[in-house]
């Protein structure tokens, strides 16, 4: 069998009309996850889950991990030419995830013993939590580093010690503590060698329990690795993942659902087990990761399975069926946390299916309580699966925070493009806005290279009417001469080096600094500024 | 040096030698690990790197070929020699107790494990990794070549890392 890494049919530039304006609420999670990534450490606001321990979907990791995605795609796809408002935020996330509070859970959760009908050996703590198992935590941050690198060339990460988990409790006394250094090259040999040394079949998150899920994430990072550093490590790894699963009988089960995980033979169970349940997080979560890479068996899953878990109401709204329930019982499975309806919609706009993807979204507008906060559109957590209306209102953080901005903000097949088509320096090198005040959301950002146009479009971050911003742009010069216009009106001229305003340019204060082309802008409402570059 | 990766072994060889990793210093190691009742990796895998061999010339005498076993019940230095001397020459087997090819296998980080398998006569096979490894002049891991390279890829690599660029 073979995979379709770099076999993408998907168009890689849109036309200046075909580029459209990214909606309020589009916007509204991009702010709010640049307002999480800005809070203080330790704040975890809208982001604490009920349960302990890290142990559920809404844990640090994951939020931190899939608010990353999101972000990336809506950079990659939606504002490719405006740096500005992603690489701050994913370099925070990436030093969210370093955070104990998001890795120390490993000392507790190494120790295993078993989960649901499984009882497992017990095993000495772990405090290094990249070191052995743990995929659902290293794979993560293996992809936010090699994204990080990817979509801004930027090598912070790639330096000795740069990924480092340090564990030193005032209490343990001045001489003891715990540090672990990595860097990303030497985490994903790391997760690589563990990858191998389990026969392709996936790295196990707890210790035995080899999921399905994680095991997509470090395909994604060796690509991303294979992109960066080269080699064939995601040839490799897919090749022996397919192998390794046929051994179980593939990745779907005969009901057209996907295989959740397989707990591995140790010296309590004498064989693996395949753990074959029709699941929606797994269908969900599994399908909006592994389509980068099995795009038919995926859209073929997607066909089969996705109306077994919606719930469609008369007005065009979709929910989520009673799933977390454990069939024939009245137990549910997940304490409710399950975050079902992000995962599917996460699913639903990786396949392109905007009815799907609107309806379940439309749903939550209306029935889940949406908050504007700083700019930012978050959903408050809710514990409760119905309200006394029967309506389905859990809101679990994972889906506020990381799964409803990524349904909202990808396009149809974006994981695969990116996956398949990792940004080079062709595509950093084009003119792209690099800095931008706070007090304003970027609708539009494209650099038009067929011609030569950079296309900005600003508003007023949501709750101002109107504000002032500094902005910078970049990689504008020594490309020839150039018209910039605001709101239509041409107020500069400029050529490879020199910028002359003219009468309705002075206000703006443009300036050349250094690589940059700076000027002040007053937003009010959506505000264009569209550089033109002569094509002589 | 590859933190992930100690190469360590004490085995047997296929003429009942005693063997560590030491015993090839001075040479390069091409190290395989297998089984002789596979019926699809392990004949693909060490035709593709008696290819290899062959196309290094000269430099394939500086390079100990080894294949190691992953099944010590079934292969024993005996068995291990009557397969590869009848279908591959070049390489040398090294086996022993269980303990031992364990140890061995997990020093090298390679997966297999004991399935039933009907096809077989005697009811099992044990799927394992085709991972080849590259093992430098003082025994330490130099690199590895999974098994979607090209033989072709293989030979490059192994004339770049053993200093002797194609012609």
Known sequence: MTTTIGKSATPAVLGSRQVPLLSDE????????????????????????PVPFQEDFSSYRYQLGYMSLAMALAHYHRLPAAPAVFQGQLDRLIRKMLE??????????????????????????????????NIMYSAYLQVMTLMYTMLFDDRTYEQPGSLTFSMRPVLWGKDRHESFEYDQRTLNERIYWNMVENGYLGVACEPYCVFQICNQVPILGFRLHDHIYGGKTAEEVTTGYLAAWERFGGSVNANGHFH?????????????????????????????LMNMWRPELVRTTYGTSIEQWLDRADDGLISVRDLSRIPGTDVYAGLGTLGEMGWLAAWASEMGDQEVVDGLLAHADRYMNPQWENGGLHYPRRDETYDENGKFVLMPPVVSNATFPYARLNVADGLRTLFERPWTDRERSRPALTEIGDSVDIR????????????????????????????????????????????????????????????????LHLRRTGDELRLTLDVGGHTDVDMYWSNA | MNPNVVPRYELLDHHGNSVTEQHFTGRYQLVFFGFTHCRVVCPTALTKLSTVLDDLGPL??????????????????????????????????????????????TAFRVFATRKADPDDPDGYAVPHTAVTYLLDTDATYLAHFPDVLEATEIADRIRELCGTSAT
Do not use: C, K
């Open chain 1, 26 to 49: 589009q916007v509204g999670h991009i702010r709010h996850v640049d307002n999480l990534s800005r809070l203080p450490r330790g704040d975890w606001r809208h982001m604490a889950g």
């Open chain 1, 100 to 133: 104990p509070d998001a890795w120390s859970y490993w000392r507790d959760t190494s120790t295993q013993g078993g989960f649901g009908p499984f009882d497992l050996p017990r095993l000495p703590s772990r405090t290094d939590p990249v070191a052995v198992d």
């Open chain 1, 260 to 288: 959740s995980y397989v707990v591995q033979q140790n010296e309590v169970l004498p064989n693996d087990v395949l753990v074959d349940r029709d699941l929606a997080w797994t269908d969900g979560w599994l399908g909006m």
């Open chain 1, 444 to 507: 539009r950002a494209w650099y038009h290279e067929d011609v030569r146009h950079l296309q900005l479009t600003a508003s007023p971050r949501h709750g101002l009417s109107s504000t002032t911003t500094d902005l910078a742009l970049s990689r504008v010069w020594d490309r020839g001469e150039w018209t910039l216009a605001v709101d239509g009106v041409v107020v500069a001229n400029g050529d490879d080096t020199t910028v002359t305003p003219n009468g309705n340019g002075h206000r």
């Open chain 2, 60 to 105: 394939a005498d500086r390079i100990q070929p080894l294949y190691v076993s992953v099944d010590p019940d079934r292969d024993t230095p005996e068995v291990m020699r009557a397969f590869l001397e009848a279908d591959h020459p070049r390489f040398l087997g090294l086996t022993g107790g269980t303990e031992a090819t364990e140890a061995a296998r």
